[in-house]
């Protein structure tokens, strides 16, 4: 069966360029999670659906950042205007069961905003 | 306090010690502790559940102190694969269950 997969692998842009980030979460889970990863904070939760819905967004840094699952198979993290602050690992996670059950990681994607 | 604490180390340790790591939490209420490893520039993958009675896997080992609240893992026989960095996840049972993964511990074993 295939993972979680998320494109692209690696994004290079320039500040103030929108940037948009996509997952496809394996089949048959019903909850997907954003995390953003820095040497400096760790691994963050960003947000994370249930059944398509978003449940929990408080991690979402500020206005800039902007998630969407429009249906079972795909979610995207958009990032508009993007910041040097903003470069990191983001990774899509799911899984079968909201509550405590194993979270499979997408190979993320690494983002570098000049 | 951070909701979930890991000492960062770097433990560097020769082939065929054994190794303990601990993983502190905030929320008495947290239900499910789970351990992850990271290689690096990899993605973090599930290593093994924290059941309250303990469980072992071959040379790991992860037990859970509710009283206490922490989670250790334990590693015998040190191989020079185990190197990577080790993350503590705990779910609680407020904000819809949310997931917090603790900062990592980072292993080397050398030769």
């Known amino acids: 069966d295939a993972g979680v997969i998320q494109s692209p692998r690696h994004e290079v842009t320039e500040m103030g360029q929108e940037v948009t980030l996509r997952c496809k979460p394996i089949?048959?889970?019903?909850?997907l999670f954003w995390y953003r990863q820095t040497m400096m904070r760790g691994l963050e939760l960003l947000i994370y659906f249930n059944n398509n819905v978003p449940i929990d967004d408080s991690g979402m840094p500020e206005d800039r950042f902007s998630a969407k699952m429009p249906n079972a198979s795909f979610s995207t993290l958009k990032i508009q205007p993007s910041e040097p602050r903003d470069s990191a690992v983001y990774f899509c996670a799911s899984s079968l069961m909201q509550r405590g059950d194993t979270q499979y990681f997408g190979p993320g994607t690494r983002l570098t905003v000049l | 306090r951070k909701e979930v604490e890991q000492d960062p180390g770097p433990f560097n340790v020769p082939e065929g010690a054994t190794v303990a790591f601990n993983c502190t939490y905030s929320?008495?209420?947290?239900?499910?502790f789970f351990w992850y490893r990271q290689d690096c520039r990899k993605e973090p993958k599930l290593l093994m559940s924290?059941?309250?009675s303990g469980n072992e896997d071959g040379r790991f080992t992860a037990q859970l102190n509710r009283a206490s609240q922490y989670i250790s893992l334990l590693i015998r026989d040190s191989k020079l694969s185990d190197s990577a960095t080790y993350l503590c996840a705990v779910t609680g049972n407020t904000g819809g269950f949310k997931t917090i993964f603790g900062a990592g511990t980072r292993l080397f074993v050398k030769a």
């Open positions: 929320n008495s209420a947290s239900q499910s």
């Open positions: 089949s048959g889970h019903n909850s």
């Open positions: 924290v059941y309250s």
